[in-house]
């Protein structure tokens, strides 16, 4: 007759079935922390006070390198340089470089219309880099001192997720190990790659009598779906 197993042992499976579980949600645990989007903004300024006459993008607006962002530019400006480049055009249409006296009015223009984009350029600005525009400062029709920033831009190249792992996670971390960033505001998961494992813990795990030694991580998310992300925002990274 099969005999049933003493209380003893069975109190022996029971802790090792325990100890297993809590290793499982250890492991669990330990694939998931909160993180937060950092980002190096740039502060596009005008370059001499005057009033906005366009402001071409808004807050939140994704832009590619080159967009046009502002200007400073009157509308007299602008008529002067749209004149001048439409009735050189008109002349070289009409064969106006086979006369002297046409080559001359066409060289003249054309330096008219060299002076007057040198104006709009100098009243304008355009986005540096890819990015998200993450404040305007100004308004449409706003007066703007020379030097003031008008609106900033977080390139999407610039933008990263910070988190702190234990020492026992941290040892297994390299640099292009790839994550999945999830965030309330995401429709979907956000795929990105380790880029910087600290050697040092932080100042906040080395506090105590018997502290748990956390370091940072960093990570950069893919450039397509960076746009999706804003500073300061809270990040769920899983490992």
Same mark, same amino acid.
């Given at each position: 007759m099969r005999q049933s197993p003493s209380p003893a042992r069975v109190g022996r499976l029971i802790a090792v079935l325990l100890l297993v579980?809590?290793?499982?949600c250890t492991r669990e645990e330990l694939r998931s922390f909160r993180g937060v989007t950092e980002g190096e903004v740039i502060r596009l300024a005008a370059p001499v006070a005057g009033n906005l006459s366009s402001l071409d993008v808004k807050r939140g607006a994704t832009v590619t390198e080159g967009t046009k962002l502002f200007s400073q530019a009157d509308a007299g400006e602008i008529s002067a340089h749209a004149d001048a480049a439409k009735r050189l055009d008109q002349i070289e249409r009409a064969g106006g470089k086979q006369t002297a006296t046409g080559t001359d009015e066409i060289e003249t223009l054309k330096a008219e219309v060299a002076q007057a984009e040198w104006k709009l350029m100098l009243k304008s600005a355009s986005a540096p880099v890819s990015g998200v525009v993450t404040e305007t400062l100004y308004a449409k029709g706003d007066w703007v001192p020379a030097g003031a920033p008008v609106l900033s831009i977080l390139p999407v190249n610039k933008i990263k997720i910070s988190f702190e792992v234990p020492l026992a996670v941290a040892a297994h971390l390299q640099n292009g190990r790839a994550v999945t960033l999830v965030c309330a505001q995401c429709d979907h998961p956000i795929q990105a790659a380790i880029? =910087?494992?600290?050697?040092?813990?932080?100042?906040?795990?080395?506090?105590?009598?018997?502290?748990?030694?956390? =370091?940072r991580v960093e990570a950069r998310p893919d450039p397509k779906q960076a746009v999706l992300l804003k500073p300061g925002q809270s990040i769920t990274v899983n490992l």
């Amino acid at each position: 007759m099969r005999q049933s197993p003493s209380p003893a042992r069975v109190g022996r499976l029971i802790a090792v079935l325990l100890l297993v579980a809590a290793a499982g949600c250890t492991r669990e645990e330990l694939r998931s922390f909160r993180g937060v989007t950092e980002g190096e903004v740039i502060r596009l300024a005008a370059p001499v006070a005057g009033n906005l006459s366009s402001l071409d993008v808004k807050r939140g607006a994704t832009v590619t390198e080159g967009t046009k962002l502002f200007s400073q530019a009157d509308a007299g400006e602008i008529s002067a340089h749209a004149d001048a480049a439409k009735r050189l055009d008109q002349i070289e249409r009409a064969g106006g470089k086979q006369t002297a006296t046409g080559t001359d009015e066409i060289e003249t223009l054309k330096a008219e219309v060299a002076q007057a984009e040198w104006k709009l350029m100098l009243k304008s600005a355009s986005a540096p880099v890819s990015g998200v525009v993450t404040e305007t400062l100004y308004a449409k029709g706003d007066w703007v001192p020379a030097g003031a920033p008008v609106l900033s831009i977080l390139p999407v190249n610039k933008i990263k997720i910070s988190f702190e792992v234990p020492l026992a996670v941290a040892a297994h971390l390299q640099n292009g190990r790839a994550v999945t960033l999830v965030c309330a505001q995401c429709d979907h998961p956000i795929q990105a790659a380790i880029i =910087y494992v600290s050697p040092f813990a932080t100042s906040e795990s080395s506090v105590g009598d018997a502290p748990e030694l956390h =370091y940072r991580v960093e990570a950069r998310p893919d450039p397509k779906q960076a746009v999706l992300l804003k500073p300061g925002q809270s990040i769920t990274v899983n490992l």
